[in-house]
């Protein structure tokens, strides 16, 4: 059986908002016990930088190369950060899961890009890194995205099935975890991509705090059923999304909280038309990302769906957190030779074993010590766990460029 080790997990998801910073013991497998976490707000000015270039910047562009470097010092900073004062925490930690900052995802065109660079933040951190999750999967015909529903279903393993999980982050995703373990996952919307974006447009605040003009606002249906005419609301899971893939246009002459609630209510119908293609209805709907506090959103999805919605926090889980758990969680897996994502999850044509992982350069030189897991103590090829591929452009500082995409 193997071992629990602490891991660390970054996630910077398609609402832009920071870094999500979590750890956690685990074995890769049924074992997951969260010790905490924090989120790494982006200042203002490097959040409308990263939002520009994911609107205009080609991924070998030397502005996305710079803008990969930068984003990784700032991941690294924000677990110098958080690690200051667990000193012995940080000596123990195996290994860190890196998701870096979609910036394109279009898995149809064979292309999944997410800014970061692991090699040089396993040398800044002086501890292993795994990253570029998903392009292996992409490169076998998956979508690359999610690839949290493992996790949801490791936290879900001691409930009676079906149980599902509803992500509401910039893109909403759902899991369905059904009896024996079996899995099926895909994108259900765009969600506080669209939710901040209207509420930038018309006021400058980055969000509708605890949704309380959601609340207020009446949705437009038949602007609703005109996006759900789009062919992916046709398509079954698995699927994935795009954050460029839908914009806030089709609100265009509604106040402020009229479209907030039209584009809830967006999220709320397309929830709906995706369980009702799954196997069977879950016994309840858990929710997580930022989304689960815009109440307005809340509502419209307990007021469309004939399942119970309550949040993760109800499971004992932190909510803002989860993610970055997932990436702790699959970094474990990816050392342990274990898959990331299977064809019920992304449609790929077998499990696969994603991530890239990265050691710093002089192993032992670290509080970080030896880094057992890193060396396949634990089973799996090392040399498949160090997955070359076909070779990233180096960067402009000379070192590798992580791939600069999806969930």
Same mark, same amino acid.
């Given at each position: 059986?193997?071992?629990? @080790?602490?891991? %660390?997990?970054?996630?910077?998801?398609?609402?832009?908002?920071?870094?999500? +910073?979590?750890? %956690?013991?685990?074995?890769?497998?049924?074992?997951?016990?969260?010790?905490?976490?924090?989120?790494?707000?982006?200042?203002?000015?490097?959040?409308?930088?990263?939002?520009?270039?994911?609107?205009?910047?080609?991924?070998?562009?030397?502005?996305?190369?710079?803008?990969?470097?930068?984003?990784?010092?700032?991941?690294?900073?924000?677990?110098?950060?958080? $690690?200051?004062?667990?000193?012995?925490?940080?000596?123990?930690?195996?290994?860190?899961?890196?998701?870096?900052?979609?910036?394109?995802?279009?898995?149809?065109?064979?292309?999944?890009?997410?800014?970061?660079?692991?090699?040089?933040?396993?040398?800044?951190?002086?501890?292993? @890194?795994?990253?570029?999750?998903?392009?292996?999967? =992409?490169?076998?015909?998956?979508?690359?995205?999610?690839?949290?529903?493992?996790?949801?279903?490791?936290?879900?393993?001691?409930?009676?099935?079906?149980?599902? +999980?509803?992500?509401?982050?910039?893109?909403? &995703?759902?899991? *369905?975890?059904?009896?024996?373990?079996?899995?099926?996952?895909?994108?259900?919307?765009?969600?506080?991509?669209?939710?901040?974006? *209207?509420?930038?447009?018309?006021?400058?605040?980055?969000?509708?705090?605890?949704?309380? =003009?959601? !609340?207020?606002?009446?949705?437009?249906?038949?602007? +609703?059923?005109?996006?759900?005419?789009?062919?992916?609301?046709?398509?079954?899971?698995?699927?994935?999304?795009?954050? $460029?893939?839908?914009?806030?246009?089709?609100?265009?002459?509604?106040?402020?909280?009229?479209?907030?609630?039209?584009?809830?209510?967006?999220?709320?119908?397309?929830?709906?038309?995706?369980?009702?293609?799954?196997?069977?209805?879950?016994?309840?709907? *858990?929710?997580?990302?930022?989304?689960?506090? &815009?109440?307005? !959103?809340?509502?419209?999805?307990?007021?469309?769906?004939?399942?119970?919605?309550?949040? +993760?926090?109800? %499971?004992?889980?932190?909510?803002?957190?989860?993610?970055?758990?997932?990436?702790?969680?699959?970094?474990?897996?990816?050392?342990?030779?274990?898959?990331?994502? %299977?064809?019920?999850?992304?449609?790929? =044509?077998?499990?696969?074993?994603?991530?890239?992982?990265?050691?710093?350069?002089?192993?032992?030189?670290?509080?970080?010590?030896?880094?057992?897991?890193?060396?396949?103590?634990?089973?799996?090829?090392?040399?498949?766990?160090?997955?070359?591929?076909?070779?990233?452009?180096?960067?402009?500082?000379?070192?590798?460029?992580?791939?600069?995409?999806?969930?």
């Amino acid at each position: 059986m193997s071992r629990p @080790v602490l891991a %660390l997990g970054l996630m910077s998801g398609t609402s832009m908002d920071g870094i999500d +910073v979590a750890l %956690l013991e685990t074995d890769g497998r049924g074992t997951a016990r969260p010790l905490g976490g924090r989120t790494f707000p982006y200042p203002e000015a490097f959040r409308k930088r990263l939002a520009a270039a994911v609107r205009a910047v080609t991924p070998a562009a030397p502005e996305a190369r710079a803008l990969a470097r930068e984003l990784t010092d700032r991941h690294a900073e924000a677990v110098e950060a958080f $690690l200051a004062g667990r000193p012995e925490g940080h000596r123990r930690i195996e290994v860190v899961g890196f998701h870096g900052h979609t910036l394109r995802h279009r898995p149809r065109l064979g292309e999944t890009v997410q800014l970061g660079c692991g090699a040089r933040l396993a040398r800044r951190l002086g501890l292993p @890194v795994v990253s570029d999750f998903r392009s292996e999967d =992409v490169r076998r015909g998956g979508q690359g995205a999610p690839l949290v529903p493992l996790y949801h279903a490791c936290l879900l393993a001691h409930r009676p099935p079906p149980q599902a +999980v509803l992500n509401l982050g910039g893109i909403a &995703n759902l899991t *369905w975890i059904g009896p024996g373990g079996a899995l099926r996952a895909g994108d259900v919307a765009p969600c506080n991509a669209l939710l901040d974006d *209207w509420v930038r447009r018309h006021t400058g605040l980055p969000f509708d705090r605890d949704g309380e =003009v959601t !609340l207020r606002g009446r949705a437009d249906p038949a602007r +609703v059923a005109a996006v759900l005419a789009h062919p992916f609301f046709a398509r079954p899971p698995p699927r994935s999304l795009d954050r $460029l893939d839908f914009d806030t246009d089709f609100l265009t002459g509604l106040d402020l909280a009229d479209g907030l609630a039209t584009a809830a209510a967006l999220v709320a119908e397309a929830t709906a038309r995706l369980l009702a293609v799954l196997p069977a209805p879950p016994r309840r709907l *858990w929710l997580t990302g930022g989304g689960r506090r &815009n109440r307005g !959103l809340v509502r419209a999805l307990a007021r469309r769906l004939a399942v119970p919605v309550a949040p +993760v926090e109800a %499971l004992g889980r932190d909510g803002d957190l989860l993610e970055a758990e997932a990436f702790a969680y699959l970094a474990v897996r990816v050392c342990r030779g274990l898959p990331t994502s %299977l064809p019920e999850t992304t449609g790929v =044509v077998e499990p696969v074993r994603g991530g890239v992982l990265h050691r710093p350069e002089s192993e032992g030189a670290h509080a970080g010590g030896p880094h057992r897991l890193a060396h396949g103590e634990e089973g799996g090829d090392r040399q498949d766990q160090e997955r070359p591929g076909p070779g990233p452009e180096p960067g402009l500082d000379g070192e590798p460029e992580e791939q600069p995409g999806g969930e």
